[in-house]
């Protein structure tokens, strides 16, 4: 059984500026690859990243709907709401338990666990 050697190729920076340089004076990404034997997919993009014009690289553009975009305002609303409810209720929980434990040192006593005891009345 023989192990395969596997080939990687380390290009130089004056290399990589050199073929971004065509790039950006109309060579296709594809004729760069074929031309200088480039094997990765996204390796002349990265040069690009690097050392050249980010106009080059691929951009996605989003088209929506006004509808789409009304949806999309009223979700981050809700959103914002909710978060702001939630801190709320944090905040809220927090300063209870805060007033539990005052309480407790108060009148020496664990009102979690005595909560929902019933209590005596005096005279029966």
Not at 33 to 38: F, T
Not at 99 to 104: D, E, G, W
């Amino acid at each position: 059984m023989t192990k395969s050697v596997r080939e990687f190729k380390r290009y130089s920076i004056s290399f990589k500026k050199q073929v971004v340089e065509e790039l950006e004076k109309g060579s296709s990404y594809s004729y760069l690859q074929k031309k200088y034997d480039i094997r990765g997919a996204e390796t002349i993009q990265k040069w690009v990243r690097s050392f050249g014009r980010n106009h080059l690289l691929n951009k996605t553009v989003r088209i929506e709907t006004m509808d789409e975009k009304q949806r999309l305002k009223e979700l981050e609303e809700e959103n914002r709401r909710l978060k702001s409810t939630l801190a709320d209720s944090v905040v809220a929980n927090h300063m209870l338990e805060t007033l539990i434990k005052v309480a407790n040192k108060e009148y020496n006593t664990d009102l979690k666990k005595n909560f929902g005891s019933k209590l005596s009345i005096k005279g029966e």
